[in-house]
């Protein structure tokens, strides 16, 4: 169970780091891809940031997600300079893919057709 400093340290990292993406971003994985992000996961140490990444516009979701490793060190230091004397030491940060969006739509589109089914055997 995450405790009250983790969920602030989260979502001060979250709302920084996802201004960073609206600035940097494109310059990072290319434009047309809407990256954003839906959380971020903190140690109990404070250490480790596990941040949750969306990803929309492109088929290879991944690929963002590696740019984003590869540029680690810049979006670390450019999160560094946002943050300023708010927490003292950066956490490392660590890219995950969040689905969730993904599966939302898979499951509505399994009952849409559940749906459509049973109306076909009505008639």
Do not use: C, W
Not at 43 to 62: F, M, R, W
Request: avoid cysteine.
């Amino acid at each position: 169970m995450e405790s009250i400093r983790q969920k602030q340290v989260g979502e001060l990292l979250r709302r920084y780091f996802s201004m960073i993406l609206t600035e940097e971003g494109s310059l990072i994985y290319g434009r047309g891809k809407l990256v954003t992000v839906t959380g971020v996961k903190m140690t109990p140490d404070l250490l480790i940031a596990k941040v949750y990444i969306s990803v929309y516009g492109t088929e290879n979701k991944q690929e963002v997600i590696l740019e984003l490793e590869e540029n680690n060190a810049h979006l670390r230091q450019a999160l560094l300079a946002k943050i300023g004397r708010q927490m003292r030491r950066m956490p490392q940060l660590e890219f995950f893919l969040d689905d969730t969006i993904d599966e939302m739509y898979r499951v509505e589109a399994l009952l849409k057709r559940v749906n459509d089914e049973d109306k076909n055997m009505k008639q």
